[in-house]
């Protein structure tokens, strides 16, 4: 058992029709922060979310709060399903992860496209201001930086590290922190399930960010578990816990059963 806090957001595609303890209930149970799973507009506007409300504590928004649905032009800010699932959440009592604010994917050709350190610096300190301050005060946590890293552990060849290099990261916690000093920051990334390049520059960049006094609070591990490595996920989630930093199994760690939580670190 590693010392950092442990939490679930799993995707769970079957529906329960006798009466039990929720998942998430069950979950708290056993040291766990929550259970969580997807959701966004369309899902709440389809009313398909009766068991959603019924067996998870924590949801992320599936698409709803990308960069490329907030601000698809620059300056020109759609907030009309974000707001969707915010109020979803708040009116029934859940937590929220806000997914995500800078990733190489889901981002505009606006984006895509700058070259000048000053203006891509400007331009992800107007967005995550803009984003996390509409929002704050509401929403639990935040990927912060989602998915920096190649397989062989070198950073990605985004527009965010072509200009800015690692600064990028530094920049992006760092303004989360300053419009919400309360939301839980997260770094969010897959394959680090097993040893190896990947989780290797993980704790590296995590060692470094912590030494630069970078306000980052939380790992996510997207845990798409791979034949053959799926023995190596507790060794791995202790790694991870070894920061100090909270962790969070945040996308499929099990698509078709729950594990029982005896099974976990």
């Known amino acids: ?19 039990h303890a929720s998942l998430n209930s069950m979950m708290q149970a056993n040291g766990k922060l929550y259970f969580g799973n997807i959701i966004d507009a369309n899902t709440i ?14 949801f992320t928004p ?9 601000q698809p032009k620059q300056g020109e800010f759609n907030f009309d399903d974000s707001d969707t699932v915010i109020n979803w959440a708040m009116k029934n009592r859940k937590k929220l992860r806000g997914h995500t604010l800078v990733w190489h994917q889901n981002i505009p050709d606006w984006v895509d496209s700058i070259t000048d350190k000053a203006n891509l610096t400007t331009v992800i300190k107007d967005h995550i201001t803009k984003v996390v301050g509409r929002y704050k005060g509401r929403v639990y946590a935040w990927d912060v930086v989602n998915e ?14 072509r200009v800015l290099g690692q600064d990028f990261i530094d920049l992006a916690f760092k303004t989360a922190r300053e419009v919400d ?20 520059a993980m704790l590296s960049l995590i ?34 816990g070894s920061t100090g930093l909270d962790v969070a199994i945040t996308d499929g760690l099990a698509r078709s059963a729950v594990l029982p ?5």
């Open 1 to 19: 058992m590693f010392s950092s806090a442990l939490a679930l957001t799993l995707v769970i595609p079957f529906l329960f029709t006798t009466a």
């Open 45 to 58: 506007q389809s009313g398909a979310d009766q068991v959603l409300k019924s067996e998870f504590g924590m």
């Open 62 to 70: 599936e698409y709803s709060w990308k960069w490329s649905r907030i």
């Open 148 to 161: 920096a890293f190649n397989e062989d552990g070198t950073f990605r060849n985004s527009v965010f590290h």
């Open 181 to 200: 000093p309360n939301a839980k920051l997260y770094i969010n990334e897959y394959n680090l399930d097993y040893a190896g390049p990947k989780i290797d």
């Open 207 to 240: 060692r470094r960010l912590q030494i630069r006094g970078v306000p980052i609070d939380a790992i996510g591990s997207q845990t798409h578990l791979t034949s053959g490595h799926v023995r190596e996920l507790p060794e791995q989630l202790r790694r991870l």
């Open 261 to 265: 939580p005896s099974s976990y670190p």
